[in-house]
């Protein structure tokens, strides 16, 4: 098993520059979405990518970006 890190963003752009809006932006209009999964080590990110929209239809057509979490067991432990 590992850990990714799943961020979906809406399609908004800013109309003045034609670029699509900061993650502070779309956090500020509830169009930002941010989670973390235990998946299995052979996971696809496309067949995840859609099965979540299949999940969540309310996110359908919304920008995805997995990343794989970096493996932190045993982090915090005080060696001797």
Known sequence: MKRIKLIARQRHIEPKTGKRYSDAKLMTVNAYYEDVFEVPDDFNKTMFSLQFEVDHPEMKGWLFEIT??????????CQK
């Open 68 to 77: 794989e979490e970096a493996n932190i067991e045993g982090a915090g432990k």
